[in-house]
């Protein structure tokens, strides 16, 4: 199983950008699926996160700027991130939990290769 994200760049405060995260290989379910960043010498944080059944959580400096969402459909999740700030500045990773079927199902935490959102003007 693996996590390929996209869709990171350069942007100017206030501009709008949207990642994509696609899970691929052996995948008998996909339950949590999530957006983290991290900023050098600071902990990975958690920005949002999406459940099997819908429920979903931002953390407050996100709050009403970024959305995220699943397509459960193409394995993907999405985060649309709007108003952009200089803080958002980061790498972005995704998460997720996924259950592959070996004999019996088998679950495990997968995480994607970052990908780097800089807002500068």
């Known amino acids: 199983v693996q996590l390929q994200a996209y869709g990171g760049g350069l942007v100017q405060p206030g501009n709008s950008l949207r990642l994509s995260c696609i899970a691929s290989?052996?995948?008998?379910?996909?339950?949590?699926m999530a957006w983290y960043r991290q900023t050098p010498g600071k902990q990975r944080e958690l920005v949002a996160q999406v459940t099997d059944s819908g429920n979903i959580s931002y953390a407050d400096a996100v709050k009403g700027r970024f959305t995220i969402s699943r397509d459960n459909n193409k394995n993907t999740v999405y985060l649309q991130m709007n108003s952009l700030e200089p803080d958002d500045t980061a790498v972005y990773y995704c998460k997720a939990e996924i259950t592959s079927w070996q004999s019996r199902p088998l679950s495990y935490i997968y995480w994607g290769h970052g990908t780097q959102v800089t807002v500068s003007s």
């Open positions: 290989g052996s995948i008998f379910r996909i339950n949590g």
